[in-house]
């Protein structure tokens, strides 16, 4: 188990005697760590107190009370602060001065406790401070190791899913307290949007999951001679639905067996992706044009639609991860921001290319080039 | 009628689901809403309304939109509290806040929130931004 070092800066022995009494046999565990953190209280009464024991060895954690009989809080505060010390500061305050607390949390104070406190306010706000603190050790411990890219990757994931859980917990907290009144029909709504936050939550862990595929490279790849043209029509079958409702129409040109030397579950999700962003992002009564079209060296892949299409400024976001283009016209529109950005590392699997054409109000068309070599069989890239 | 009834507050989300659901939230503790999806649209907005309380969302066009319109906002309104709601949350270690220098130097938000925090805590941290 480990321990953090807490200091208690108050003039009061009972505030102090009651921290140490509090927190003697309080533990905080989070699921992300090993261990249980337990917490070691050292005492000061004054402020000159305070920073004598915070020179001779910092403390992980101060709760500082601002009214001192000698130098005051905040000037504790400013010391922590001036010399960049990775201590957390909790201002311990009374109801008074809790603006002059408020005001500390802007000069850097991690946050306040009021007091007279409970012992489990005080429990919940050091659970609180130490997750804080754990995880700016752990981040500043990643930055080391080179893993921010990852890390930032798995934030901006966990922003995505919690935006649809909140919405959905939302709604059901309104259904539950009965805030729209005692008509079960005032809630229709509600029930519908929850149910479409819960299909894209769902679509966003399908991609997750074939982004992990591709990533761990565990997977085994099986390449094998593929048509295409199968790949393509099943893709339209799949999306059939969606754009029977859509009132879009699909087509396939296709020069006759177009194969291609590929691992058939790559080749499903490529033409899944582009093929399902084309009839979600169509205008009602538009198509959907699916070529592919082979010559010596290469195989083109070509998916255009009748939409709404993209702004050229938006264009070199779309293969990012996450990203989504966010206007009036895409906000009915579902989906994970996951798909092009896999797409993307599929086709440079294939040391292929993804280009796309578009026109604001016209339409898109994406563009895959993949490459065969000379011996007849593609240029497959190991990696 | 309570002290909220002449007090207008900006709320600003691309999540149209979040945004309904705090508007309505609001609205039942009596105060006036005015929504906006988007940083641009809330800018036009911002263009001939003073809001008494803004709450705004972080990531929205851009990852940074919400410190950004929090920034124009404090430029235009230095008075006017705003509260930062985001599902970024200190979990992730993508803690944004107001904890480093070089971070108060630009963000210039009163409160963060996370969202998913329950409408009366909500309600209480906006009486006290407006001293209520």
New interface residues.
Partial sequence: MEALDVLVVDDEPGIRSGVLRILRNFTVSYPFMDDDISFNVIEAATGEEALEHIKKSPPAIVLLDNKLPGIQGVEVLEFI?NNQLDILVMMITSYASLELAVKA????A?DFVPKPFTPQELKSSMENIT??YF??R??RK?HKEGKQVR??F??VL??EL??P???I???LN?MQDK?MGPNVAAYDEMID?SLS?VKSMRTMIMDLLDLTHIESGKKKRELRELDLCLVAKSAMDTMMPLAIQRDVTMQLAADDGCTYFADSDEMVIIFNNLISNAVKYNATGGTVTCTIAQSENQVVIRVADTGIGIDEADVPKLFHEFSRI???KT?EVTGSGLGLSIVKRLVSMYNGRIEVDSKVGQGSTFSIYLPVSSSGLPDVSSQ | MGVEANKTILLVD?????L??IK?QLE?FGFKVVTA??QKEAEQLLANLKPDLAILDL???NDDSGFILSYKMKKKYPDVPIIIA??????????FG??S?EE?KWIRADLYLE??IRPEQLHKDILKLLNL
């Fill in positions: 602060n949390t802007t000069i850097g991690y997750k804080h995880l700016r752990m981040t990643m890390f930032q798995l934030s966990s922003h919690k935006a859980l909140n919405a917990e939302g709604y309104i805030q949007r936050r966010k206007n009036a906000r | 691309d999540d149209i689901d979040y309904f659901q309505f039942r999806e988007s990531m929205m066009e985001t599902a970024v949350s200190s979990e992730t270690g993508m803690s107001i904890s220098e108060r969202k998913g």
